[in-house]
């Protein structure tokens, strides 16, 4: 095997060291893989935590929706007359509900309740005959 040197004027000089151009340049390539793989992995986690964070309210609005029709349920045996809205905001997280009772048709009471969690609203309608 040939040892390269380098000649200035007839000279000979030390051999030429190797490069290492190519070692730096896989060195990058690990460096930015592995930056584009972190950062999928908390692209990934931050779209999972939101959805996890829309479900819970979406939930929490419905039950909040149900304690309004059972809000009403309640006044409703203690008063078959009363028709009026009820409303409720000492929840956690700010969660709220509305819920109104006004006469349907045959004797029965048409319930509308909203329950509001976060930024989700639901609505549940529930007829009870009298």
């Keep these: 095997m040939h040892q390269r040197y380098s000649t200035s004027h007839g000279r000979r000089v030390s051999p030429v060291p190797p490069r290492r151009g190519a070692a730096l340049l896989i060195a990058l390539f690990i460096v930015f893989a592995a930056s584009m793989a972190t950062v999928n992995v908390l692209n990934t986690l931050t779209a999972e935590l939101s959805a996890l964070r829309n479900t819970v309210e979406y939930e929490r609005a419905l039950y909040l929706a149900n304690a309004g029709v059972h809000a009403v349920a309640a006044e409703l045996e203690a008063d078959a007359t009363w028709r009026d809205t009820v409303s409720e905001g000492a929840f956690p ?3 709220t509900y509305t819920a109104t009772a006004v006469d349907g048709a045959h004797s029965t ?10 930024s989700v609203v639901r609505t549940v309608t529930a007829v009870i005959e009298l």
């Design 93 to 95: 997280n700010d969660g």
């Design 109 to 118: 009471v048409t319930i509308t309740a909203q329950g509001a969690a976060g």
